[in-house]
């Protein structure tokens, strides 16, 4: 059975991974965690969905000057059907996204990267809390 400090360092993993990305305090762990999650993500051949999470929430906090630039890359690396990363979007979220190419704003990314993480909150995430590499880096912590 696991123990009640086993679980509350669970319970803090997930939290500083997807809850507290922002928080001055948990910036060490959370990169440490990251790698971690993206190693997970690697081995299961899933890493891109990480990959346009991150690059969703660069671009979002972008300068507008840079947005244009961002957005193009953001669709050619990850929205495009041919796309090296392609992340995993339903028909209509791409084609909204493809819509608003040519003059994109600070939330264009919003809806698809929401769908994104509910895709590794729901999938990819609870299998990462049940794997090795999740338990020796909760020991770790």
């Given at each position: ?58 671009y979002g906090v972008s ?62 995430f609870p299998r990462f809390l049940r794997s ?10």
């Open positions: 059975m696991w123990s009640e400090l086993l679980v509350t360092r669970l319970f803090l993993l997930t939290e500083t991974l997807f809850d507290s990305c922002h928080s001055v305090g948990s910036f060490a762990f959370l990169s440490g965690g990251l790698h971690v999650f993206r190693g997970f993500l690697r081995s299961e051949f899933s890493e891109e969905n990480l990959e346009f999470w991150l690059a969703c929430e660069d300068r507008s000057n840079l947005q244009k630039t961002k957005a193009s890359s953001i669709y050619s690396q990850f929205i495009n059907p041919d796309a090296p990363k392609e992340v995993n979007l339903d028909a209509e979220t791409r084609e909204a996204l493809l819509s608003v190419m040519d003059s994109p704003c600070a939330d264009t990314f919003k809806e698809a990267q929401q769908k994104i993480y509910n895709l590794m909150a729901k999938d990819s090795h590499q999740c338990i020796e880096a909760i020991k770790a912590f």
